[in-house]
């Protein structure tokens, strides 16, 4: 007998502490609804007018750059990266990929050799079509790269960041690597953006 009732009390000491944190976290779900929500709840009001006073966003402190009048061709901007060894498919995409009107940053990651990366480099300044035009730049500080992982995330970024602070002029980016190569001419592929 005082194993059923060992059974009973062991399923009731349970059963308070289950009701308790259901009750708990059903309460703070309607709590962060009626927060969230555009009801006139007085910490809502709080928060609102506190932002209305000094706005936080990076957005405000960014200058405007110009931008393609709507029924114009777009201008892309490319990021072409490669790795150990992807020094020469590099130049050729990015000969394949190369218009006037858009923006090229090319990188090749610490994995390659400082000779490969002294190449592209020489390869970008000596071009004397790149070189009139400067729309091809060069990220000289090389990053190590793990493809798939969150450096090639920063990688991007960073190439991005680089081509909105010294050619401003785009509205499309692609971030490509050595060994993609188009299968649209670029006088092609411009026109495609502008159907989205």
Excluded at 49 to 74: A, G
Excluded at 170 to 186: E, G, K, M, R, V
């Amino acid at each position: 007998m005082e194993t059923n009732n060992n059974k009973q009390h062991k399923k009731k000491k349970w059963f308070a502490p289950l009701i308790f944190s259901l009750l708990l976290t059903t309460f703070l779900i309607l709590l962060s609804i009626f927060i969230s929500s555009d009801s006139s709840s007085l910490l809502y009001l709080s928060r609102s007018t506190t932002t209305k006073n000094s706005p936080h966003f990076v957005e405000s402190k960014l200058r405007i750059s110009s931008t393609s009048p709507i029924n114009s061709v777009p201008r892309i901007a490319y990021l072409i990266s490669g790795s150990v060894g992807d020094g020469e498919s590099l130049k050729r995409t990015l000969k394949a990929l190369y218009h006037p009107r858009n923006q090229y940053a090319v990188h090749l990651d610490l994995e390659a050799s400082p000779q490969e990366r002294l190449d592209l480099a020489n390869f970008v300044r000596n071009e004397p079509l790149f070189a009139e035009l400067g729309n091809v730049r060069m990220i000289v500080k090389a990053n190590l790269v793990t493809y798939r992982g969150p450096t090639m995330v920063t990688n991007t970024l960073h190439a991005a960041a680089l081509l909105f602070k010294q050619a401003g002029n785009w509205d499309w980016f692609i971030n490509l690597s050595a060994s993609d190569y188009p299968l649209l001419t670029q006088d092609g592929l411009c026109h495609v953006p502008s159907f989205l």
